[in-house]
């Protein structure tokens, strides 16, 4: 519903809050949470001993109890036997009827190994405007973000919805715990008519960018069997198939390894015109930078040429990666060995629209029968999580990203779809049907969140919150 006031929101205040704050404040905390090696429950499984998770809940929702924010009321709310969550409620101002949901997690990534000297996971660096560390952009500034906003809105008494703010600890797990979170705290949710969530990317440092689909992701461990124990290589090969080579021969029904092109059409879906349209005008605007950003080694190249192709490549088309192995020595401690078997971890990305559950049915049949040489093959620990494709922009929402973008950036705002998976996107959007996505975040050029030197753009951050306000006293005005 409609504000029954006129909004009262200046853009050059919000920043003059915005960005103190941020450099006295939230860079500080941030600091702190980064030395907090408070890994996701899947790379953690001790997490509740370890008591990680536990500091990070702590320090982000005491920081966040202390925000000049009227009616904020607070709670960590914790399932038994499932990881917390951060729930924050913020009362109506100006009249409005209605809610939005602001989302983000904090939980982290592993370590991972590459980091450059003088960088580390858990060592949080500034050089210029760059915050290095794990978990800054992925996503520990959300919360300070959102609430840093809320305060903006409260400092200049602007009319704003009820605001529910839902800080997760399991996102880089799959999400798992938080469909009983859904449900939990379902009357205290409402039914949102905006969702702002803050975990994801940006094409580059100088624009808003809202994400207009987000990849789902199927992963499990392909195993592979051949002997009970290892054996001389000069004795058995010949006789004794490798079973890097079995693993090999398995993976080829799924990909034409010469092209990276996945074999299996059940896992593709057609790109919708629109989405075609936007990956062309996203060419335009980052053009080479869309693959000049990765650290390729000298005279690599990428799989496509065109750059709109890679976009779509990115965004909307399957793609298979191998992310760990299992069964290999090292190379010094490999001996003249016929290893008994082979294991490698499978990330398979798959395109929005496309049902998670129906594509893991597919491809670990697809893995599984007819194993070489009578070997023992088993697509195990495995599962799948939907993608996401965002509803029609309302032109409220669409003219509001594209003032915020000028306003705070200097630039026109952007949209593009993103290779990532955020679960809780794809639960909303079947909950909340009529509910509008502003889908957005920090992760730009080089900022590489799970790998090695992983950093927070400071400035993109900064302008990003009064973004958020800027969107949130839109929404309380939208006819």
Known sequence: MKAQTKARFDADKARSHADPVWTKEIVPTLT???????KSPHFDPKWRENGHMKRAVDLIAGWCKKRAVPGLAQEIVQIEGRTPVIFMEVPARGGVEDTVLLYGHLDKQPEMT????????????????????????????AAFASLTALEILAQQDTPHARAVVLIEACEESGSPDLPAYVDHLAK?????????CLDSGCG??????????????????????????????????????????????????????????????????AVPEQRAEQARQTAKILAKNVYAKFPFVEGAKPMESDVTQMILNRTWRPVLTITGQEGMPDLVNAGNVLRPKTAVKVSLRLPPRLDGEKALKTVKALLEKDPPYGSRVRFADADATMGWDAPPIAPWLEESVARASEMHFGHPAASMGEGGTIPFMGMLGKKFPEAQFLITGVLGPESNAHGPNEFLHVPTGRRLTSCVAQVLADHALRS
Do not use: Q
């Open 32 to 38: 702190e949470y980064i030395r907090i090696p408070n």
């Open 114 to 141: 590459g980091w450059r000297k003088g960088l580390g996971p858990w060592e949080p660096v500034m050089e210029g405007d760059r915050l290095y560390g794990r978990g800054g952009a992925d996503d520990g500034y």
């Open 188 to 196: 205290r949710l409402g039914k949102p008519s905006l969702v702002v």
């Open 204 to 269: 580059d440092y100088e624009r808003l960018w809202n994400t207009t689909s987000l990849r789902g992701l199927l992963g499990g461990n392909l195993v592979v069997e051949i002997l009970r124990e290892g054996v001389h290589s000069g004795d058995a090969s010949g006789i004794v198939a490798d079973s890097f080579r079995i693993l090999r021969t398995i993976l080829s029904r799924l990909e034409d390894e010469k092209t990276g092109k996945i074999l299996c059409e059940a896992v593709h879906v």
